[in-house]
């Protein structure tokens, strides 16, 4: 049999590795694999490992107070060496951009085994711009040798860099496979906040914020954006999971604390977040998932960077890369709010991420690039 070892450890890769990980206990007699987490983010992680119901077989438990980018790849590279070693998989699988992602691929190669790189080939071309996330993708590529790419755009990019086409399979993201698992008709929120929104009557705008170079400045200017729009449209109720970064929430609670219909809530748990993305109007975020993620549910994103490695949704027309300025993101929301044709063309456009089948995809190449199966792989091509 063939030995994987998945490898996260935050909850963004958790919420994406979770469907491929139960895809792959499938295949006893074939794969045998097994789930190592560093827990660079513990809390978190935790709250995906138990919705998803997965045990990790190693949990190096590596996160500190206060830790720093130093912290995390240093004890994160010793202890999944540790873990290879005593494993010696045929395949290590790391997702996206984490620093755990890069330390685990830079420990595989030090040990000389392969690498899948799962939601590869997305690119900014501005090193800073997500930072670190946009450095950890590129020196993940260049360790990986096999590329989950999520579209056709990412495996251009990866062409561009010189890898092979062959090592490239074009696979739709696994956070759709996630998302659409977990939202459920008829949800019914436990948060007494969440529950008593009138979501017929009232459009949500869910706001998330949480990126180093948003910090200070143009955070402030989201949100004294956001006051502007709440004050001048009685129908809109703000709902807004605030991140624990204390440089996220001082300036949150002095522009946004006490304001009438701005819900200010703790960071949710992936499934009541993502019925919750099911149940706003519209998203404003610097995330990059959410980027994926509401378009699949028909919901438009404005996006609060002034970059993006998802430009497909851009081009798609599922989102709009507003930047920060106070100006911009007012207008950009209020065109939403009055102009239901624009709106209708963002919450209608074809999603050009995923159908729910990406984690069938990869391990569909695996079986085919392991000569497990002579099953021929089949790319994701978007509707």
């Given at each position: 049999?063939l030995?994987?070892?998945?490898?996260?450890?935050?909850?963004?890769?958790?919420?994406?590795?979770?469907?491929?990980?139960?895809?792959?206990?499938?295949?006893?007699?074939?794969?045998?694999?097994?789930?190592a987490?560093?827990?660079?983010?513990?809390?978190?992680?935790?709250?995906?490992?138990?919705?998803?119901?997965?045990?990790?077989?190693?949990?190096?438990?590596?996160?500190?107070?206060?830790?720093?980018?130093?912290?995390?790849?240093?004890?994160?590279?010793?202890?999944?060496?540790?873990?290879?070693?005593?494993?010696?998989?045929?395949?290590?699988?790391?997702h996206?951009?984490?620093?755990?992602t890069?330390?685990a691929?830079?420990?595989?190669?030090?040990?000389?085994?392969?690498?899948?790189?799962?939601?590869?080939?997305?690119?900014?071309?501005d090193?800073?711009?997500?930072?670190?996330?946009?450095?950890?993708r590129?020196?993940?590529?260049a360790?990986?040798?096999?590329?989950?790419?999520?579209t056709a755009?990412a495996?251009?990019?990866?062409?561009?860099e010189?890898?092979?086409?062959e090592?490239?399979?074009?696979?739709?993201n696994?956070?759709?496979?996630?998302?659409?698992?977990?939202?459920?008709?008829?949800?019914?929120f436990?948060?007494?906040?969440?529950?008593?929104?009138?979501y017929?009557?009232?459009?949500?705008?869910?706001?998330?914020?949480h990126?180093r170079?948003?910090?200070?400045?143009p955070?402030?200017e989201?949100?004294?954006?956001?006051r502007?729009?709440?004050?001048?449209?009685?129908?809109?109720?703000?709902?807004?999971?605030?991140?624990?970064?204390p440089?996220?929430?001082?300036?949150?609670?002095?522009?946004?604390?006490?304001?009438?219909r701005?819900r200010?809530?703790?960071?949710?748990?992936?499934?009541?977040?993502?019925?919750l993305?099911?149940?706003?109007?519209?998203?404003?975020?610097?995330?990059?998932g959410?980027q994926?993620?509401?378009?699949?549910?028909?919901?438009?994103?404005?996006?609060l960077?002034?970059?993006?490695?998802?430009?497909?949704?851009?081009?798609?027309?599922?989102?709009?890369?507003?930047?920060?300025?106070?100006?911009?993101?007012v207008?950009?929301?209020r065109?939403?709010?009055?102009?239901?044709?624009?709106?209708g063309?963002?919450a209608?456009?074809?999603?050009?991420?995923?159908?729910?089948?990406?984690s069938?995809?990869?391990?569909?190449?695996?079986?085919?690039?392991?000569?497990?199966?002579?099953?021929?792989?089949e790319?994701?091509?978007?509707?």
């Open positions: 049999m030995k994987i070892i998945t490898v996260f450890g935050t909850r963004p890769e958790a919420i994406k590795m979770a469907p491929l990980v139960k895809e792959l206990a499938k295949c006893r007699g074939e794969i045998d694999c097994k789930v987490v560093t827990a660079q983010h513990r809390e978190m992680l935790d709250q995906v490992l138990a919705l998803f119901e997965i045990r990790p077989d190693y949990d190096l438990d590596i996160m500190r107070r206060r830790q720093t980018l130093f912290d995390i790849t240093c004890r994160a590279l010793a202890g999944l060496r540790e873990v290879f070693e005593a494993e010696k998989p045929g395949l290590v699988l790391v996206g951009d984490t620093t755990t890069f330390a691929a830079l420990a595989a190669y030090y040990l000389q085994i392969p690498v899948g790189h799962v939601e590869a080939g997305l690119r900014t071309r090193k800073f711009s997500p930072f670190p996330e946009e450095i950890n590129r020196l993940t590529g360790l990986a040798d096999l590329h989950f790419a999520p755009n495996r251009r990019n990866l062409l561009g010189g890898v092979r086409g090592n490239i399979f074009v696979t739709g696994t956070v759709i496979d996630a998302l659409l698992a977990t939202v459920k008709p008829g949800y019914i436990a948060d007494p906040v969440l529950s008593r929104i009138d017929e009557n009232r459009r949500v705008l869910l706001i998330t914020t990126r170079e948003n910090l200070g400045g955070m402030r989201i949100y004294q954006a956001l502007e729009v709440v004050e001048n449209y009685r129908d809109v109720e703000v709902v807004f999971p605030v991140h624990k970064n440089a996220v929430r001082n300036v949150v609670s002095e522009e946004l604390g006490g304001l009438d701005v200010l809530i703790e960071p949710l748990d992936y499934q009541p977040f993502a019925n993305i099911k149940h706003s109007y519209l998203v404003l975020s610097d995330s990059g959410l994926e993620e509401a378009p699949a549910l028909g919901k438009p994103v404005l996006v960077r002034g970059t993006t490695e998802r430009p497909e949704a851009v081009d798609a027309g599922t989102v709009r890369l507003v930047g920060t300025g106070r100006e911009t993101v207008s950009e929301t065109r939403l709010l009055d102009d239901s044709v624009f709106y063309k963002m209608n456009a074809a999603n050009p991420y995923g159908d729910g089948f990406a069938k995809r990869i391990i569909q190449a695996i079986k085919h690039k392991f000569g497990i199966s002579g099953e021929t792989f790319e994701f091509r978007p509707c």
